[in-house]
């Protein structure tokens, strides 16, 4: 480990993490704007954004490969370059076409930045403050989501309109792509290409020197990794319980102000208020979450945050407690959801080879955008179909899938003799 690099790594993961979140959401905030402006239907506008998250599933594994097999600073670099390109195409889009065009662009580079970050983070954090690195980099992610409804609304009131709030953020995503690629040059190659070196077996194995050869090597690292995973269910188990844990996520942040707003009562901008500050809440727990995680061991934070999700989701879906407390429950919802992911995402860590870290959290993200398509609309048919109680039960429900599995998770880590606890770092390192 190269634990002396580890805060640069850290920081700069980070300051990545801030600015791809904030091209993940950055149409969010100009559907009104960009329809106005280029005379589409909401609808269509809303697809933009579809297509965003259709590239970042798409190029998920692809990135995973990369990653691992040559570099996870090149990635790093190569996903803000990407995602900027995209920001600054959108920016000056004259038809929808072109916007379409752009988006998908844009979700690409975004679709590179989980499978740099969770090696460049594995490789580089020593195992007393693994989960607090990823508590970082997970409150850095819970910024750059609120970024684009800062910029693009002020763009708006300035004059600037939708287009000046994507090129300001163009302009910071190009400045800061830049800092990273000067600064990644100060990351030992033991941490910016380890999955690399794993692959060669610790050995600089000469470049395939024709496309024949390429590809040989490409399917001999895809049919290893197929049956790593079949040899080892535990990513599959951890990729299934980041599955659950969106599905619920997705299903409080949703949904949580038409819980506070139809079910208790609540004014419908004192209910948008609370939902907004669960951001907050939720980003000061991940940090604590990290601290903990690293001190009593991520397992015991698995149990913690799913046990109280089931419990406050089934209070809260009964709409009939007084609503100070009911807003104190929702609020305190974000903190369950929260205080595991350094958690997980430690677990994910420990129970990857080094040759293939880039590739599980791919495979876990993945998972997580496809629980973001289907959990919204699956819900919002039971708030339809039934009442806004019973969805929230729904979303406890979720929570006790995500425990069974958190049990699932402990077993099969027991039996390869994790614990639930990191492995000493020398064995960390000669296994990748």
Not at 71 to 78: A, F, K, R, Y
Not at 298 to 304: A, E, G, R, T, Y
Not at 355 to 366: E, H, P, R, Y
């Given at each position: 480990?190269?634990?002396?690099k580890?805060?640069?790594?850290?920081?700069?993961?980070?300051?990545?993490?801030?600015?791809?979140?904030?091209?993940?959401?950055?149409?969010?905030?100009?559907?009104?704007?960009?329809?106005?402006?280029?005379?589409?239907?909401?609808?269509a506008?809303?697809g933009?954004?579809?297509?965003?998250?259709?590239?970042i599933?798409?190029?998920?594994?692809p990135?995973?490969?990369?990653?691992?097999?040559?570099s996870?600073?090149?990635?790093?670099?190569?996903?803000?370059?990407?995602?900027?390109?995209?920001?600054?195409?959108?920016?000056?889009?004259?038809?929808?076409?072109?916007?379409?065009?752009?988006a998908?662009?844009?979700g690409l580079?975004?679709a590179?930045?989980?499978?740099?970050?969770?090696p460049?983070i594995?490789?580089?954090?020593?195992?007393?403050?693994?989960?607090?690195?990823?508590?970082?980099h997970?409150?850095?992610?819970?910024?750059?989501?609120?970024?684009?409804?800062?910029?693009?609304?002020?763009s708006?009131?300035?004059g600037?309109?939708?287009?000046?709030?994507?090129?300001a953020?163009?302009?910071?995503?190009?400045?800061?792509?830049?800092?990273t690629?000067?600064?990644?040059?100060?990351?030992?190659?033991?941490?910016a290409?380890a999955?690399?070196?794993?692959?060669?077996?610790g050995?600089?194995r000469?470049?395939?020197?024709?496309?024949?050869?390429?590809?040989?090597?490409?399917?001999?690292?895809v049919g290893r990794?197929g049956?790593t995973?079949?040899?080892?269910?535990?990513?599959?188990?951890?990729?299934?319980?980041?599955?659950?844990?969106?599905?619920?996520?997705?299903?409080?942040?949703?949904?949580?102000?038409?819980?506070?707003?139809v079910?208790y009562?609540?004014?419908?901008g004192?209910?948008?208020?609370?939902?907004?500050?669960?951001f907050?809440v939720?980003?000061?727990?991940?940090?604590?979450?990290?601290?903990?995680?690293?001190?009593?061991?991520?397992?015991?934070?698995?149990?913690?945050?799913?046990?109280?999700?089931?419990?406050?989701?089934?209070?809260?879906?009964?709409?009939?407690?007084?609503?100070?407390?009911?807003?104190?429950?929702?609020?305190?919802?974000?903190?369950?959801?929260?205080?595991?992911r350094p958690?997980?995402?430690?677990?994910?860590?420990?129970a990857?080879?080094?040759?293939?870290?880039?590739?599980?959290?791919?495979?876990?993200?993945?998972?997580?955008?496809?629980?973001?398509?289907?959990?919204?609309?699956?819900?919002?048919y039971?708030?339809e179909?039934t009442?806004v109680?019973?969805?929230?039960?729904?979303?406890?429900?979720?929570?006790?899938?995500?425990?069974?599995?958190s049990?699932?998770?402990?077993?099969a880590?027991?039996?390869?003799?994790?614990g639930?606890?990191?492995?000493?770092?020398?064995?960390?390192?000669?296994?990748?």
């Amino acid at each position: 480990m190269e634990g002396h690099k580890a805060p640069l790594v850290v920081g700069l993961v980070s300051g990545s993490h801030v600015i791809n979140h904030s091209y993940l959401l950055l149409f969010a905030p100009a559907f009104a704007p960009i329809r106005a402006d280029l005379g589409v239907s909401l609808a269509a506008v809303g697809g933009v954004l579809g297509v965003v998250n259709l590239a970042i599933t798409a190029g998920q594994l692809p990135f995973g490969y990369v990653s691992d097999a040559y570099s996870h600073t090149g990635v790093l670099v190569g996903s803000l370059a990407l995602g900027t390109v995209g920001c600054l195409l959108a920016a000056v889009a004259p038809t929808y076409e072109w916007l379409l065009v752009a988006a998908a662009v844009m979700g690409l580079g975004v679709a590179g930045h989980h499978p740099a970050h969770y090696p460049l983070i594995s490789a580089a954090a020593g195992d007393a403050y693994r989960s607090r690195a990823y508590s970082v980099h997970g409150f850095a992610g819970a910024i750059g989501l609120g970024v684009p409804f800062a910029v693009v609304p002020a763009s708006v009131a300035l004059g600037g309109g939708w287009r000046g709030g994507f090129l300001a953020m163009a302009a910071l995503g190009g400045a800061y792509t830049a800092t990273t690629a000067v600064l990644v040059r100060r990351v030992p190659a033991s941490v910016a290409k380890a999955g690399a070196r794993a692959n060669r077996g610790g050995a600089d194995r000469p470049a395939a020197t024709d496309a024949a050869e390429w590809l040989e090597r490409a399917a001999g690292r895809v049919g290893r990794y197929g049956r790593t995973l079949v040899a080892t269910p535990l990513v599959p188990l951890l990729t299934a319980l980041w599955f659950a844990n969106s599905v619920a996520v997705w299903g409080v942040r949703s949904y949580a102000a038409t819980l506070l707003d139809v079910g208790y009562g609540l004014d419908p901008g004192a209910a948008s208020a609370v939902a907004s500050a669960m951001f907050v809440v939720g980003a000061f727990v991940l940090l604590g979450g990290g601290y903990l995680a690293d001190r009593i061991g991520p397992m015991s934070m698995l149990f913690v945050g799913y046990g109280s999700l089931v419990v406050l989701g089934v209070a809260a879906s009964s709409e009939v407690l007084p609503f100070v407390i009911a807003v104190g429950v929702v609020l305190t919802l974000a903190a369950t959801i929260d205080v595991s992911r350094p958690a997980r995402a430690t677990l994910t860590d420990l129970a990857s080879e080094r040759s293939d870290v880039g590739k599980n959290f791919a495979l876990i993200t993945i998972g997580v955008s496809i629980a973001g398509t289907v959990a919204p609309p699956v819900f919002g048919y039971v708030i339809e179909a039934t009442r806004v109680g019973v969805a929230f039960l729904g979303i406890a429900a979720t929570a006790a899938v995500a425990l069974a599995l958190s049990v699932a998770v402990g077993r099969a880590n027991a039996r390869v003799g994790a614990g639930g606890e990191p492995e000493p770092e020398t064995e960390r390192s000669e296994a990748g």
